[in-house]
Each structure stands twice: as C-alpha cells, then as structure tokens.
C-alpha cells in the first residue's frame, strides 16, 4: 500500500465549478502538507502549503488538513479553463516530499 | 529567470549508455533534491543536498546513480549503463536553508532510453 493515496481522475468541471481534490495518507509522521499543480510536460508548481490541522485559504484556492481522519482536501472556487492541470498532493514530516499519484483536472470552457 | 533550471530537457539515448543532467538552484538555497517521475506517477525522492553534501540516498538509487553538487551550487545526475526502466521525468528541486516544506521545482529533464 502506498503511503499517498489519491484518485487519478480523470475530473471534468464546466467553468465556474468548485473543484474538490482529496488524498488519504497512512503516515501518522507527516506535518507538513502541500498541494502542487503541474502543467504537462512540465515541473510541480507549488501552490500551497498547510502545517498540521487546519485550513488554509489563498485566493481562489482553500487546502483543508484533518490529521484524525489522515485526509487532505484542496477545493479550487470558480475554476477557470486555466486550472486544467495535474493536482499532486505532497507530503512530509521532514526534508522528503511523499507525493499522491495526481488528479488530472480539466475545466470545460 | 531566476527559478531552478534544468538541463537538457530532453535526452534520447541508447541502452547501455550513460548521461548527465544538470540542475542550477536557485541562488540562496541550499537545499538541493532530486526526483524521479514516471507517467502517471507522482514524482519519487532520490537523493537530497545539503550545499555540497548528500546526506540521504533513497533505495530507488542504484548503484548506477550518482549525484553531486561539488560546490555546493548546481548539481549534476549520472546514470550509467543505462536501461529502459531508467525513462523518466527527473525533477529537480531546491529550498530555503530554513524551509525545506517549499520546494521549487525545475522544468525536469525528459530522458527516454531505447
């Protein structure tokens, strides 16, 4: 079993959608969690970064941490055919990124 | 442009033989990592740098890997005799000295071995 689990999708959204992407995780070290996006053909853009439990809000983007349920959330508010990418889940409890598998998202114009 | 760059971005090379990749950081960090993404896949840790020392080695770093960062500033990744499974995406990143939670990737280096 691998220690990032999140569902590859594909996710398709009409524009103007709320998109919600989600992992699960089995190590109870992680602290740190973040949320890359990633272009095709290119490298992991970092889009945000939450330590331990909580939420996190950064303009259209909200990242939502509930460590009793091992359970990570990104939701995207009023998606733009622009956030069509791959989301990645990652996570750490020090120096080494754990990533999910990606969910490939495309917003529909 | 001041992000982390890679080079090439592509390298097509042949069963048997050995290539090198290079990544620039960015300026002020000092951290330096390496990971490999295959398709479909999340990208899998290698190897981290702290300036010019490699202070972990992941069991996915045969002995055909090697790393380096001579000078504490880019870094350079050589597979030797290489093999089909070796095609990949490698990424490269890099942090802060006090912040190794954000890293910023590179645009990766595509090689495909035939």
């Known amino acids: 079993q691998k220690e990032v689990e999140q569902d590859p999708g594909p996710l398709s959204v009409p524009e103007g959608a709320i998109v919600s992407l989600n992992c699960t995780y089995s190590?109870?070290?992680?602290?740190?969690f973040m949320w890359y996006r990633q272009y095709s053909r290119k490298g992991p853009e970092l889009l945000m970064y939450?330590?331990?439990?909580g939420n996190k809000e950064d303009g259209r983007f909200t990242a939502q941490v509930d460590k009793s349920s091992k359970y990570i959330s990104l939701f995207i508010r009023d998606s733009q055919p622009s956030d069509s990418a791959t989301y990645l889940c990652?996570?750490?409890?020090?120096?080494?990124?754990?990533f999910g598998a990606g969910t490939t998202v495309t917003v529909r114009a | 442009d001041t992000g982390v760059s890679q080079n090439p971005r592509h390298k097509i090379t042949k069963r048997g033989q050995n290539v090198t990749f290079r990544c620039d950081p960015i300026?002020?960090?000092?951290?330096l990592y390496w990971y490999r993404q295959t398709l479909g896949q999340g990208p899998e840790f290698l190897t981290y740098?702290?300036?010019?020392?490699?202070?972990?080695k992941s069991r996915l770093l045969s002995d055909r890997f090697s790393a380096e960062r001579p000078k504490g500033s880019f870094s350079t990744l050589e597979i030797q005799r290489t093999e089909q499974g070796d095609s990949a995406m490698y990424l490269c990143?890099?942090?802060?000295?006090?912040?190794?939670?954000?890293?910023?990737f590179g645009p990766g280096t595509r090689l495909t071995v035939l």
């Open positions: 990143a890099s942090s802060l000295p006090s912040s190794y939670n954000e890293q910023f």
């Open positions: 190590n109870s070290a992680f602290q740190y």
């Open positions: 939450t330590y331990s439990s």
């Open positions: 990652a996570m750490q409890p020090d120096y080494k990124l754990s």
């Open positions: 300026s002020e960090h000092n951290r």
């Open positions: 740098f702290q300036n010019e020392a490699q202070l972990e």
